[in-house]
């Protein structure tokens, strides 16, 4: 018997070719969660589907789910928002595709979090804005993402002993899920180095979160953001396609 054809408000977070004329899409429902739909035809001229679909596309997405496991079947994507504007600019295309991977990684297939729908969408809305800064953007979105999936306690006191935490000195631990004080560094597990840049961005995303108004400067943003992407792979056990664009480093 052939599944009841589902409708959802969809981002395209990721697309493989499946053959000369048929694309496999990876997309973040609202409803549905992370979905895998083969798009038979796409690339075809004149598509029953709607034609190919682009990374970042978002729109109204209607497929059929699969029976057990494996893919589901594209019946129609029709497209209200491109995000053009940021396949123009290198930093803004970079950030996007980070928030993409992370998506794509953190989330299981078929779990909802609408939250993370809402908070991808208007991330992406506000890189395409001009005075976007977009190693804000990213830093607010992957602090954001580990909170919303439980991965992110309090850091701005020690995970161990709940002091506060001092200007230098100061260690992450991914095994702790959190900062330690100099007193309660351990000495042969795995740790990261957090410098005076990375504590004030996480400051003020902090700030942020409670609702205060703050700025977050670039280098700020990207220490940040490269102690977050630091407790993302030691959680998934490697590494980030995309972190280094948006970290600095290799």
Same mark, same amino acid.
């Given at each position: 018997?052939?599944?009841?054809?589902?409708?959802?408000?969809?981002?395209?977070?990721?697309?493989?070719? &499946?053959?000369?004329?048929?694309?496999?899409?990876?997309?973040?429902?609202?409803?549905?969660?992370?979905?895998?739909?083969?798009?038979?035809?796409?690339?075809?001229?004149?598509?029953?589907?709607?034609?190919?679909?682009?990374? =970042?596309?978002?729109?109204?997405?209607? &497929?059929?789910?699969?029976?057990?496991?494996?893919?589901?079947?594209?019946?129609?994507?029709?497209?209200?928002?491109?995000?053009?504007?940021?396949?123009?600019?290198?930093?803004?295309?970079? $950030?996007?595709?980070?928030?993409?991977?992370?998506?794509?990684?953190?989330?299981? /297939?078929?779990?909802?979090?609408?939250?993370?729908?809402?908070?991808?969408?208007?991330?992406?809305?506000?890189?395409?804005?001009?005075?976007?800064?977009?190693?804000?953007?990213?830093?607010?979105?992957?602090?954001?993402?580990?909170?919303?999936?439980?991965?992110?306690?309090?850091?701005?006191?020690?995970?161990?002993?709940?002091? /506060? =935490? $001092?200007?230098?000195?100061?260690?992450? $631990?991914?095994?702790?899920?959190?900062?330690?004080?100099?007193?309660?560094?351990?000495?042969?597990?795995?740790?990261?180095?957090?410098?005076?840049?990375?504590?004030?961005?996480? $400051?003020?995303?902090?700030?942020? /979160?409670?609702?205060?108004?703050?700025?977050?400067?670039?280098?700020?943003?990207?220490?940040?953001?490269?102690? =977050?992407? &630091?407790?993302?792979? &030691?959680?998934?056990?490697?590494?980030?396609?995309?972190?280094?664009?948006?970290?600095?480093?290799?």
């Amino acid at each position: 018997m052939a599944t009841m054809p589902t409708t959802d408000q969809a981002i395209c977070i990721r697309i493989s070719d &499946y053959s000369e004329t048929s694309q496999v899409l990876s997309l973040l429902g609202r409803d549905g969660g992370v979905l895998r739909v083969i798009a038979k035809g796409a690339k075809r001229p004149k598509s029953k589907s709607g034609g190919r679909v682009d990374l =970042l596309a978002e729109g109204r997405l209607v &497929y059929a789910p699969p029976r057990r496991e494996g893919l589901g079947t594209l019946i129609e994507f029709a497209e209200t928002v491109s995000h053009t504007q940021l396949r123009d600019d290198l930093p803004r295309l970079n $950030a996007a595709m980070f928030m993409l991977e992370l998506c794509g990684s953190l989330l299981a /297939e078929h779990d909802p979090h609408p939250e993370v729908f809402d908070l991808l969408h208007h991330a992406l809305d506000r890189l395409g804005q001009a005075d976007a800064s977009p190693p804000a953007v990213g830093a607010w979105f992957v602090y954001r993402m580990l909170r919303h999936v439980g991965l992110l306690g309090e850091m701005g006191r020690c995970a161990d002993c709940g002091g /506060e =935490l $001092a200007a230098r000195g100061v260690t992450f $631990a991914g095994a702790a899920g959190g900062m330690l004080c100099r007193h309660c560094e351990p000495r042969d597990a795995e740790k990261y180095a957090v410098g005076p840049a990375a504590l004030a961005g996480l $400051a003020a995303l902090t700030a942020a /979160e409670a609702g205060r108004r703050t700025k977050l400067p670039d280098a700020q943003a990207r220490a940040a953001t490269a102690l =977050l992407v &630091y407790h993302v792979e &030691y959680q998934l056990g490697r590494r980030l396609k995309t972190a280094r664009y948006v970290t600095g480093k290799p």
